[in-house]
């Protein structure tokens, strides 16, 4: 084995060379091929280049310790390419190496996203735990396991030759790399260090990822200042493959707006790209895309026949199944009618809306709420402004200011409730 295969990663380029390069990190278990539904749009806007893990996909089978090895492989295999700066994206591990990238070597990456990706992996014991049972069963235990890990059950049952192809990615894998990777996971942890990424940065997550649950996206939206966060339906723990379409334009839109950098050589804005249109919400505000991965005419409501499926469904991403469950679960004969004005009307007709996007609903709900000694309702609202995107901080602003306007009894009860909802959702035990 050569020096260069020690100290750099086997990669792919696809597009124009004279684009900026976008980076992309695939996920533990996983080769570059997860990226191959991204390819055909992000390639005519960027110079993507697509890497391997150690023993992964074929890749030469020398393991790397650390998250920060990983990224010093990329860094050192970008050096002989003659790229300085670049966007990324990762997946899982790939994640990890782009928050390291980011923390570590800040001058070098324009623009950031993380997809099911979280600042503390599980925890050292599960990990470590795993290397055990690889070192002595191998990986088909592992791979066995991965529907599961990765897909929605819907997904998998659906999608047999994608389910087959991904337990193969696994199964194929180098056992020395693999557990490794799981001994890099193990000692990743960056929560304290969350505030010092200065790049604008998009959180993905799957709506129904138990591998790294949306909470673990909230952790990392709620401690990185530049940060949106996506929350995916009906995806799991390998999103680019579950909903390609869905990631595939939140890519597209966060890096066409917020990677600018004409002063440097290689030209960011070389090659066109759509008109920005900031992710700012868990879904791209009003109709246009109405559920990822699924094609929905664009235009706003026009038959009160579909109020109320709209209604519902916004009211579940925005609120939580959990919380819209228990609402319907406890109405009646005398409440039902209410539950099914509110789902219709609030949810269906007036969120749905496209003159606003969902944060900005989000806080104007929160004052209103906060205003009027709403509290019960102010809990839940923390959280689905969470959801939709705004930070602590920037919950923080919104009650101060509406300290000043309604006064400071009705702030200071209003703190209290956000205070405790906001220590919950952005617990990493959460």
């Not at 390819?39 to 998250?67: K, Y």
């Not at 997809?115 to 235990?141: E, I, K, W, Y």
């Not at 004005?341 to 969902?358: K, L, M, N, Q, S």
């Amino acid at each position: 084995m050569s020096e260069e295969d020690r100290t750099t990663l086997k990669y792919l380029v696809n597009g124009p060379e004279e684009a900026p390069v976008l980076v992309l990190g695939p996920a533990l278990g996983t080769t570059w091929h997860m990226w191959d539904r991204q390819i055909p749009e992000l390639s005519r806007h960027w110079r993507v280049l697509r890497f391997d893990l150690p023993g992964h996909g074929g890749a030469p089978a020398h393991p790397a310790p650390s998250v920060a090895e990983l990224a010093a492989r990329l860094l050192a295999t970008l050096d002989q390419l003659g790229v300085e700066r670049f966007g990324y994206a990762g997946c899982s591990i790939g994640g990890a190496i782009g928050a390291e990238l980011a923390l570590r070597h800040p001058h070098r990456v324009g623009s950031l996203a993380l997809v099911s990706a979280s600042p503390r992996f599980g925890t050292a014991d599960s990990f470590r735990q795993r290397g055990v049972v690889v070192r002595t069963n191998g990986l088909d235990p592992i791979a066995r396991a991965t529907p599961e890990r990765w897909f929605t059950a819907g997904f998998a049952a659906a999608q047999p030759a994608i389910v087959e192809w991904a337990v193969q990615m696994v199964r194929t894998t180098d056992p020395g790399c693999y557990i490794a990777a799981c001994e890099a996971l193990a000692a990743f942890d960056i929560r304290a260090e969350l505030s010092r990424i200065g790049v604008p940065t998009l959180v993905v997550a799957g709506a129904d990822d138990q591998v790294t649950p949306p909470a673990d996206a909230r952790v990392l939206v709620a401690g990185i200042a530049d940060a949106r966060l996506a929350l995916v339906p009906g995806a799991s723990h390998l999103t680019p493959v579950e909903q390609p379409m869905a990631v595939t334009d939140l890519l597209v839109r966060h890096f066409s707006s917020s990677w600018q950098s004409p002063d440097h050589p290689t030209g960011m804005t070389a090659i066109p790209a759509p008109p920005p249109k900031p992710v700012l919400s868990p879904v791209p505000p009003g109709a246009e895309v109405v559920e990822y991965g699924h094609n929905v005419p664009e235009p706003f409501l026009d038959a009160r026949a579909d109020a109320y499926d709209q209604g519902i469904k916004v009211r579940r991403e925005v609120l939580g199944d959990a919380h819209v469950d228990r609402a319907q679960s406890l109405a009646d004969e005398f409440t039902g009618d209410f539950q099914d004005f509110i789902t219709r009307y609030a949810w269906g007709e007036v969120w749905t809306r496209p003159g606003i996007d969902r944060r900005i609903r989000s806080v104007v709900t929160l004052t209103a709420l906060a205003a009027r000694g709403h509290l019960d309702e102010l809990a839940f609202h923390t959280r689905a402004a969470l959801r939709n995107g705004l930070t602590p901080t920037e919950i923080k602003e919104v009650l101060l200011h509406t300290g000043v306007y309604c006064g400071v009894p009705t702030a200071n009860s209003a703190f209290a409730v956000a205070q405790r909802i906001i220590r919950e959702e952005t617990s990493p035990e959460g």
